[in-house]
């Protein structure tokens, strides 16, 4: 099974990515994680990301979506996958769609996580807080105004993402503020019987 989870920033997709991966069996693809991965492995694409990288610039998608090729084709993701942080735009999600198609896959499912913007801004303090509570380091966009600075972004280049994926009659939406298991289940229910 295939995977992409949207909504903003705060909307739970980390969260319930993780648990829906060991539900599933699927493994869960952070496209940040990967990048480093591919940096520190010395791989072609990700010589290629770490020189971009180092300039302070943005990695291209061709770079991304070079490693996105190269996990996916990697074992572990036999049984599938779920992207997290990808795609975030509509150019992205073409590419997406083609290098899938040039694998001789498809994804399965959308899932979009919908939340009120209010209540954002209380989750990511939430998770500041818990996260200092556990003796971790909260993230530097844990906060209110790099909120306000995500969710444009996310409106902006994000968000016609879901009107793509509910053309090609993938795309699922759920209420994201529900309780954390209360929205697993839901997901569980969306996708029938593992």
Known sequence: MKLILLGPP???????????????????????DMLRAAVKAGTEIGRKAEAVMKSGGLVSDEIV???????????????????DGF?????????????????????????????????????????????VAAGGTIRADD??????TRLMAYYRETS???GYYFAQGKLRTLDGMAPIETVAAKIDEL???P
Request: charged fraction near 25%.
């Open 10 to 32: 705060g909307a739970g997709k980390g969260t319930q990515a993780e648990s829906l991966a060991k539900r599933r069996g699927l493994i869960q693809l952070s496209t940040g």
């Open 65 to 83: 979506i070079g490693i996105i090729s190269d996990r996916i084709a990697e074992p572990d993701c036999a049984n599938g996958f779920i992207l």
């Open 87 to 131: 795609p975030r735009t509509l150019k992205q999600a073409a590419a997406l769609d083609e290098l899938l198609d040039s694998k001789g896959t498809i994804l399965d499912a959308v899932i979009e996580l919908r939340v009120d913007d209010s209540a954002l801004l209380s989750r990511i303090e939430k998770r500041a807080a818990d996260t």
């Open 143 to 148: 906060n209110a105004d790099a909120l306000k």
């Open 160 to 162: 016609p993402l879901v």
């Open 191 to 193: 996708l029938g019987t």
